[in-house]
């Protein structure tokens, strides 16, 4: 948690949307509790959205209407509607919650929430929460949908290890060894490896995703954490 707040307080999502030729930039700010929103093509701040809390991870839909933020202060989901730039709704999730991602259908959002030390799965045509799936990593901080939407991918700050949900069953079904403090995670397009970075021990492992272990690992900078496909 600590590291994921201090990345300079920023989360960046890019949509393209059918209202500008223009792609734009959703930053989350904590302490400003604030999401700035940013023209990419003239690279100018052109609004801001208030959270009123302390936004953190962020996912957007797929067809770039609604942007998902989770608000630690609050314990909550806030549901932006890009267009208007106005929360249309906020809903509970468990205490401290920080990463955010959205399968690919846009179906659900995966919350990771630290002290309840689990994974909410939230529908977002119906917003609300429909699992709190307990983990065995403590303190989870990511949790992130396989392409097919089969699986959750979780990593946790005080663990060995990245926790595997099932998305259908709704609970914890593996766990693959890796190294301390996995942090970032990312499939490759056609799902079948995952990357996952470990920030204590500057390491970044290649997961089998269909047979759920660890086909090698390799060197990362200095407390990898962060990966992106």
């Known amino acids: 948690m600590r590291h994921f707040a201090r990345a300079f307080g920023l989360l960046l999502c890019l ?4 209202a500008t030729a223009a792609p734009f930039a959703y930053v989350a700010n904590e302490k400003s509790g604030t999401v ?15 959270i009123q ?15 998902y933020v989770s608000d630690q202060a609050h314990n909550a989901l806030a549901v932006v509607d890009t ?18 991602y959205i399968s690919a259908d846009g ?4 919350a990771a929430s630290e002290v309840t030390n689990a994974v909410l799965l939230v529908d977002t045509a119906a917003r609300h929460v429909t699992a709190i799936i ?6 989870p901080e990511h949790a992130v949908f396989s392409p097919d939407g089969r699986w959750v991918y979780v990593s946790a700050e005080d663990a060995s290890e990245i926790d595997v949900v099932d998305v ?25 490896q995952a990357y996952v970075a470990c920030e204590l021990d500057s390491t970044v492992f290649v997961i089998d995703t269909a047979r759920q272990r660890v086909l090698h690992s390799l060197a990362g900078g200095s407390y990898s ?3 992106t496909m």
């Open 134 to 139: 307990r983990t065995a990593g403590k303190n």
């Open 107 to 110: 179906a659900l959002v995966a």
């Open 15 to 18: 949509v393209a949307t059918a």
């Open 53 to 67: 809390g302390k936004p953190r991870g962020m996912a957007l839909s797929p067809d770039g209407k609604w942007l």
């Open 168 to 192: 259908e069953q709704k609970k914890q079904t593996n766990s693959i060894p890796v190294a301390r403090r996995p942090r970032g995670i990312a499939f490759t397009p056609d799902g079948r």
């Open 225 to 227: 954490n962060g990966v």
């Open 36 to 50: 700035s929103v940013i023209d990419t093509a003239a690279d100018k701040v052109v609004g801001e959205i208030a």
């Open 83 to 100: 267009a208007t730039r106005e929360i249309v709704t906020s809903i509970d999730l468990g205490e401290s919650p920080e990463g955010v």
